[in-house]
């Protein structure tokens, strides 16, 4: 089975100010695909995720702001059958960063976050089509380094985090929770601005 798989975390932009009264602008895109084929059958995946977050620094180490989220996946199986697996995801809420400066080269901070978040649902079997919508909350914690390159331009690197989901279906059956610890095994890598 030929299978590829693209994943693309980067963040766009990160503009953040070392002193009070500052404003961060930064936001992260991911994007994956894989396509699969076995003797009779295709398999098609593919999702976009743009989360953005705003933030206001009121003390030299603690910056709160608002976080979002907007993205799609996709699945299509193609058998004697085509069926088809689409989700669309949206999320709002806020988070609470503080920063330790190690030294003038290094600083680490932690993001707690936590909000709101929708997911739609469609799958489509042959001429059968059925919609599941759900709401529920998120709660993230996200420890990650900013490294100081020059003149105030710097990379920020997390190696995962802690991550909490619930959501409840609007069939009033299907209620889903998650719990997430990937510290360790999930990479992002951003750009950042000081000034």
């Known amino acids: 089975m030929k299978k590829m798989l693209l994943i693309l975390a980067l963040t766009l932009c990160s503009y953040a100010n070392a002193q009070k009264g500052s404003i961060l602008v930064m936001g992260s895109i991911e994007y994956n695909s894989q ?3 076995a003797e009779s059958s295709e398999t098609k995946s593919r999702s976009f995720i743009f989360s953005p977050k705003v933030g206001y620094q009121f003390h030299e180490n603690w910056t709160a702001g608002i976080e979002g989220g907007i993205g799609t996946s996709k699945t299509e199986f193609r058998t004697v059958q085509y069926s088809e697996n689409k989700s669309d995801y949206f999320s709002l809420g806020g988070f609470l ?48 380094i900013f490294i100081n390159v020059h003149k105030g331009f710097g990379l920020n690197f997390n190696i995962g985090g802690l991550n909490y989901n619930t959501y409840n279906y609007e069939d009033g059956v299907n209620v889903i929770k ?12 951003g750009v950042s601005k000081n000034f």
């Open 35 to 37: 396509n699969g084929s």
């Open 97 to 144: 960063r503080y920063t330790k400066p190690l030294n003038q080269t290094f600083s680490a901070y932690v993001d707690l976050g936590s909000g709101f978040i929708n997911q739609k649902n469609t799958s489509i079997n042959g001429a059968i089509s059925t919609d599941n919508k759900a709401n529920g909350f998120y709660v993230g914690l996200t420890p990650a």
């Open 178 to 189: 998650s719990f997430n610890f990937n510290l360790g095994k999930a990479f992002s890598v």
